[in-house]
C-alpha cells in the first residue's frame, strides 16, 4: 500500500499476536521491500511487537496529487468520481437516460472522459455544466 499511495518517511507495522520470529519477519520485509530499496531502514522488532523501517519519498504521495495546496479535492479529483459514479448508474440501469450536472471547472476536466464513456454506453449519457449557486443574505426589518 505504501508504494501504491506513493507514501515514504517513518513507517511503524503493529505486528498482531505473540511471539514472533524476528529473523523470519525481518527477512521477509527486506524481501517485500527490495523494489523500494536503496534507502529502506529496518529496526529491530520492539518487545511491544511493532517494526519500525524507513522508506523514501520519491514521488508525490496521491494524496497530493488528488488534493490542492488548501487540501480540497481538485477539479480532475471530481471529475474521476463523478466518472465512477456514471458509469455505476449507468451499469445499474442499461436502458436509462443519465444527466449529471457539474461546476464548470469539473465538466471542463471531465471532457477527456466523457467520449470513453459514451463509447462503453451509448449517447444516453450528458455533461451538463452548471453555475454554482451563490447564497443571498436578506436582512429583514424587526
Known amino acids: ?15 498482531a499476536g505473540r511471539g514472533h ?12 521491500f527490495g523494489p523500494d530499496n536503496p534507502g529502506v531502514a529496518f529496526g529491530p522488532i520492539s518487545r511491544f511487537g511493532t517494526l519500525e523501517l524507513t522508506v523514501p519519498r520519491r514521488r508525490r504521495s496521491v494524496a497530493d496529487r488528488l488534493l490542492d495546496a488548501a487540501g480540497q479535492a481538485t ?9 465512477r459514479q456514471i458509469e455505476r448508474a449507468a451499469a445499474a440501469d442499461p436502458g436509462a437516460r443519465l444527466e449529471a450536472r457539474a461546476a464548470p471547472d469539473v465538466a471542463e476536466a471531465m471532457q477527456p472522459y466523457l467520449k470513453t464513456l459514451t463509447d462503453r454506453f ?12 451563490r447564497a443571498a443574505i436578506r436582512s429583514q426589518g424587526v
Not at 21 to 32: E, F, H, M, T
Open 122 to 133: 451509448g449517447a444516453r449519457l450528458a455533461l451538463v455544466p452548471i453555475r454554482p449557486v
Open 1 to 15: 500500500m505504501l508504494r501504491l499511495k506513493g507514501e515514504g518517511g517513518l513507517v511503524v507495522i503493529d505486528l
Open 21 to 32: 520470529d524476528g529473523p523470519a519477519l525481518i527477512s521477509g520485509a527486506r524481501l517485500s
Open 75 to 83: 477539479a480532475l479529483t471530481l471529475a474521476l468520481r463523478l466518472v
